[in-house]
């Protein structure tokens, strides 16, 4: 298995999309480019499910537009001025929200990423930063701590030189979650990510996490579920990569799964959900990434 590269976990990510940008011939790079570009609303924000811009949906834009923005460049695929154009739209977007206008924990983590990557200024990611931790903690019964500390870390991972800086408070954060059968597929991956970064045992968590796989491929939210969904697939996968799991048992009928629910440039959601999205295409590429990577 190749090894992790130290490069930020963000930028990891769309790596594994161009993996799977890159196995696409041209008219499939071309139908995703164009789908994303058909979701970004005119005042440069990625639409959610209700058509508003939305911070959640806008780094999952970025991310991809990122990849195909590098893909073109080996490719030679002539889409680089429109994915420039798109890039210029979203940071205008990204430029005029504040931590006071997102109230979210998980919106603030991605406003810090869209920040980050977008190279606004220092004073203003600096903020952003600063609210990060009074929302970690406001949030602390809504969401659950291996998934907040998961992306937590994805945030900090990408601002933060010293990974040290971030092991330590994640450390006493770790010790304070458990995860078991009737967990979901995502906090389990999140465990299974966060005991890898931290360098603890972690073969039953990892064998946890391999029970949420789906005879037909994919993983279930759920161990009680008959069908899996892309977002739980993806997440365990990318978790599995990371911890240096196995994948070749599962890798047949996973990327029939993900075949499946493609769909014009876009992948939908896997458990019979028709509406195409941002999120969900980042999931299948990220998916399909992992897979071929």
Same mark, same amino acid.
């Given at each position: 298995m190749k090894s992790i590269s130290p490069i930020p976990f963000y930028a990891q990510m769309i790596a594994l999309l161009e993996n799977a940008l890159a196995?696409?011939?041209?008219?499939?790079?071309?139908?995703?480019?164009?789908f994303i570009l058909s979701s970004q609303n005119e005042d440069g924000g990625f639409r959610d499910r209700g058509q508003s811009s939305d911070l959640y949906y806008s780094l999952f834009g970025l991310l991809i537009l990122?990849?195909?923005?590098?893909?073109?460049?080996?490719?030679?695929?002539n889409h680089l001025p429109v994915v420039t154009d798109s890039l210029l739209k979203l940071k205008l977007f990204t430029q005029r929200q504040t931590t006071l206008k997102v109230p979210g924990f998980i919106e603030r983590c991605c406003l810090v990423l869209l920040q980050t990557e977008l190279k606004s200024k220092k004073l203003i990611r600096f903020s952003s930063m600063v609210s990060l931790g009074r929302s970690f903690w406001k949030e602390r019964t809504s969401i659950n701590l291996s998934y907040r500390s998961f992306v937590l870390f994805l945030t900090l991972d990408a601002v933060l030189p010293l990974a040290s800086i971030i092991k330590r408070p994640a450390g006493r954060m770790m010790e304070q979650t458990?995860?078991? =059968?009737?967990?979901?597929?995502?906090?389990? %991956? #999140?465990?299974?990510?966060?005991? $890898?970064?931290?360098?603890?045992?972690?073969?039953? =968590?990892?064998?946890?996490?391999?029970?949420? %796989? #789906?005879?037909?491929?994919?993983? $279930?939210?759920?161990?009680?579920?008959?069908?899996?969904?892309?977002l739980s697939t993806a997440v365990a996968l990318f978790a599995l990569r990371y911890a240096e799991a196995d994948l070749r048992l599962?890798?047949?009928?996973?990327l029939d799964f993900i075949q499946s629910n493609y769909s014009a440039g876009a992948f939908l959601s896997g458990d019979d959900d028709q509406t195409e999205d941002v999120e969900y295409t980042f999931y299948g590429l990220l998916a399909l990434g992992v897979l071929i990577g």
């Open positions: 196995l696409l011939d041209e008219q499939g790079r071309e139908e995703v480019l164009q990122r990849a195909l923005e590098k893909n073109g460049t080996e490719h030679t695929v458990t995860v078991n =059968e009737h967990s979901p597929c995502s906090e389990v %991956a #999140a465990k299974v990510f966060l005991n $890898k970064m931290m360098h603890k045992e972690n073969s039953s =968590e990892v064998a946890l996490l391999h029970s949420f %796989a #789906a005879p037909t491929g994919g993983f $279930k939210a759920f161990n009680h579920l008959q069908r899996a969904d892309m599962i890798k047949p009928a996973t």
